[in-house]
């Protein structure tokens, strides 16, 4: 039996068990993926101060995400395609989450519904939204998931035209997955997975398949998906969203301080710093490498959560200590979404929650609510002094 220590352990499992093209979807990025390699590869640029003589007596991890008090300041990401790595994927993300008592986030193009997440959810979730071209459609998106009660609307602002991955077009991704010969070899050996698979009947969009007409069918859904994305969202088109939402509202894919401050002028209450997870722009710098940037030029005016890159609890630390209120994670979940289901999604909360409690006891601190930049060492060219 494998004892699991990390994230790394996850991911090793899901590789195995989960068929190509999705273990592939979760673990890319865009063109030559260098912003993918360096959303981890700064972290570790970043190095802590050890502190010692230190009372560590009642730790506390507590702390608050966009007005909701969560057990530790991490949320999982919106991860498109989720119900692909394993069954029922999106439930059992959010089951883990509730009982874990963090934040989980749907995605727009999730395999499981808003409405199927909301029933089977033991707590209200957070919903993503992508800004299509039918402005009737996101309409109605909108108001289902108000009437899901979903607790905060995330709109993801990078997505306005589609990063090419390489993988993905050489793997013929797609959900569900056409079986052309080499698809049938790779399930072949994916056996659970295909059994998993058999047990449920969300193998498609549900966010979409049903809620538009004329998607009926794999062939119209990607048809529709692919000339959906709304290459005219701006920020008044931002500012007309906040106003359909009466709950918080994080706008999600801040990378440059300019973007920054103009999302305090449309009314957000948050903003992720991210880069889509390498999966959108090449070439962009990191989310951390951006971080200190962001925070100088708006401060406390808006709460700044961070995205894309982490893959410890250490990393979550880091964020934390260049003044990130809050993270999300996207891949390490999902590594253990795919490794063994709901309970591979509590074992990564798990370990992240473990590494960021010790690292922080080692660095002299007890409480995550009062972690700054004097626990760490930073490069002096790590925010960059970029022509």
Request: aromatic share 6%; net charge positive; with cysteine.
């Amino acid at each position: 039996m494998t004892v699991i220590t990390s994230i790394a352990d996850l991911k090793a499992i899901h590789r195995r068990r989960v068929p190509k093209m999705f273990f592939d979807y979760c673990e890319s990025g865009a063109w030559t993926e260098q912003t993918f390699r360096e959303n981890t590869s700064d972290f570790e640029r970043i190095r802590l101060r050890q502190r010692v003589a230190v009372d560590l007596e009642g730790r506390t991890l507590e702390s608050t995400m966009v007005g909701q008090k969560v057990a530790m300041p991490v949320a999982l990401a919106p991860v498109g395609m989720t119900g692909m790595q394993h069954a029922d994927g999106e439930i059992l993300a959010a089951r883990a989450a509730a009982a874990f008592g963090v934040p989980f986030t749907l995605s727009t193009m999730s395999i499981c519904s808003i409405e199927d997440v909301a029933a089977k959810s033991p707590a209200p979730f957070w919903f993503q939204l992508y800004v299509m071209r039918d402005e009737d459609y996101v309409r109605r998106l909108i108001a289902r998931a108000r009437e899901a009660k979903c607790s905060a609307l995330v709109l993801t602002l990078d997505l306005q035209i589609l990063g090419q991955r390489h993988k993905d077009l050489k793997n013929g991704l797609s959900a569900p997955p056409k079986l052309t010969p080499p698809v049938l070899l790779d399930l072949a050996t994916k056996w659970g997975w295909g059994i998993e698979m058999l047990s449920t009947k969300r193998r498609s969009f549900g966010n979409i398949v049903g809620h538009v007409k004329g998607v009926t069918d794999p062939a119209s859904l990607m048809a529709w998906t692919n000339e959906q994305f709304d290459p005219k969202l701006d920020w008044d088109k931002v500012k007309a969203l906040r106003r359909q939402w009466d709950g918080p509202f994080i706008l999600k894919g801040i990378l440059d301080a300019e973007d920054a401050r103009r999302a305090l002028d449309v009314g957000a209450d948050a903003i992720v710093v991210s880069n889509h997870g390498g999966r959108q722009l090449d070439g962009a710098i990191s989310s951390i490498r951006a971080l200190p940037a962001i925070v100088d030029a708006v401060g406390d005016r808006i709460e700044i959560l961070l995205d894309s890159g982490i893959r410890s609890g250490q990393d979550v630390l880091k964020a934390l200590a260049l003044g990130a209120k809050g993270t999300f994670i996207g891949r390490a979940y999902i590594y253990g979404l795919g490794a063994m289901g709901q309970k591979g999604v509590t074992r990564a909360l798990e370990v992240i929650r473990k590494e960021l409690d010790v690292t922080m006891a080692l660095c002299g601190r007890k409480d995550v609510r009062t972690l700054d930049r004097d626990i760490l060492l930073v490069p002096r060219d790590f925010a960059g002094d970029w022509a």
